[in-house]
């Protein structure tokens, strides 16, 4: 099953997989993931071309880590990108030999804080299981 993500607006995570839910009664511990806001890739993109993709990451810890989890969507193999950060703003490029002339490709971002617990989540919530999907034109 395929399915395309036309969205105009930031998609954010706070609180995804690898989160631990928030606790009264904490004694300041970090307890929460990154908060991830993403607008997603449009459709189509060009094959062979790369596909930068941009997140504003944040979390009162600082962000230790942000990849980009990319395959063709016929693949069961997921590639990644370690994204690079510039204050709260990550960005990684699927390189083009990677854009294949698949019908299209699916992503999606990761991140752990820096915080002692080593909050993690995904964008979106369902990483692997659900993400973002675009197309791909062959001209």
Known sequence: MSFIVLLSFAVACSGGSGTLP????DEGDDLECPDIEHIPVTSPQLIAQPVTVTATITDE????SAILYYKIETSILWDDEQMKGSGDNYEATIPGKEVGAAAGMHYYIWAQDSSPNLNACTLP??????PFHFTIDAS
């Open 22 to 25: 928030p606790d009264s009664e």
């Open 125 to 130: 919530n369902d990483g692997e299981e659900g």
């Open 61 to 64: 810890s600082g962000v230790s």
